[in-house]
């Protein structure tokens, strides 16, 4: 009986590393899936030469002028971890799986996010994201976290807005989530995603 709880262990172990694939390691019909940019980060891809910080091909050197070169030093990880996050969506995947797949897309999320400048021009979308993830994770304390510090860094920005009153919505809180979705439409007047979301509260 030990021995076949263990087989049954095991394989269900296996399963979630197999569905995690090795850090790095993006399939070629996963990369239509990702930003464009992703091609020209340090990771091995189908549509190009292997891009390096010292030695970036003309593509990755306008992405490195963009958001400066200590950002890109570690914009791969965003990538491995949004392939990680696609990946979580798949059919037939174990809810241990598809948990597994987005604490890892969080991790190298967050490698980005404490090996960067304060400043970098991709924290509030990189905040966004591990907000969304927390939110997919059921974690709402730590989703309302990460979107609040998004929008405090850049108002201006509305998908924080749109995934924060997800969030309210889901806790049972509608004037909360009006609010926010209200200030939201006052920085960025022609977001749909806001729009929708206070129309269907309505």
Known sequence: M???LA???STCFLGVVE????AGEIAPEEWPFLPTWCRYTQTDNPYGPKESVNSPSPK???LIDGIGREGYANLHHYCWGLAQLQRSHNTGLSQAQRQFLRQSAIRDIYYVLNNSPRNFVLRPELL???GLIFF???DYGKAERELTTAISEKP???PPYGYLSDVYVKQGRPDKARKVLQDGLRVAPGAKGLQTRLQALK
Do not use: H
Request: proline share 0%; aromatic share 10%.
């Open 156 to 158: 201006g920005y509305w």
């Open 19 to 22: 569905n995690a694939r090795a």
């Open 7 to 9: 087989v049954i262990i």
């Open 136 to 138: 997919m994770l059921g």
């Open 60 to 62: 990755a050197q306008q």
């Open 2 to 4: 030990l021995r076949m």
């Open 128 to 130: 966004t994201k591990t």
